[in-house]
């Protein structure tokens, strides 16, 4: 079963959070043993994930900074390109055994893990707020995320 995505497009709310190698999965453990100190982990709301395609995407997201927010999309929207990166998407289950290697992309969720670097100013603990950008004639469909 697929989730259903409602019309009511809100926004959306999440934690920034260090990222710790026994709330993953073991099959990325490997990759990301070495990280856990350079990176915040950010698990990006379900339903964002499947407006955007991120799901079916090759497992990559890309995220842009414009100082006070960060977008991300589906595609490079070709802002400033010091202040955008391509990241790789993980799943893990939001109500489930974090540690499950019986992952799905048609059931579970995606997190990123952002180097610190490149969102400095943020904070572990920080609520996160996003909303979801609709697609014009100019604009690639996208998601904001800001420190609420």
């Known amino acids: 079963m697929v989730m259903r995505i409602t019309e009511m497009a809100g926004t959306f709310n999440s934690q920034l959070r260090e990222l710790k190698i026994n709330e993953v999965s073991p099959l990325y453990e490997d990759e ?29 997201v890309h995220v842009t900074s ?5 977008i991300f999309s ?3 929207i070709e802002y400033d390109p010091l202040q955008s990166i391509r990241l790789k998407t993980f799943l893990y289950k939001p109500k489930g055994n974090p540690r499950s290697k019986e992952l799905s992309v048609d059931h579970d969720a995606q997190f990123v893990c952002i180097p610190k670097y490149f969102v400095e100013g943020f904070n572990t603990g920080d609520n996160l707020s996003w909303t979801y950008v ?10 904001t995320c800001h420190v609420s």
């Open 32 to 60: 990301l043993s070495d990280i856990t100190n350079d990176v915040y982990r950010v698990d990006m709301p379900q339903e964002l994930s499947i407006r955007l395609g991120l799901l079916y995407n090759d497992g990559y």
């Open 134 to 143: 609709h697609e014009t004639e100019d604009t690639e469909r996208h998601v």
């Open 66 to 70: 414009d100082t006070i927010n960060l």
């Open 74 to 76: 589906a595609f490079d």
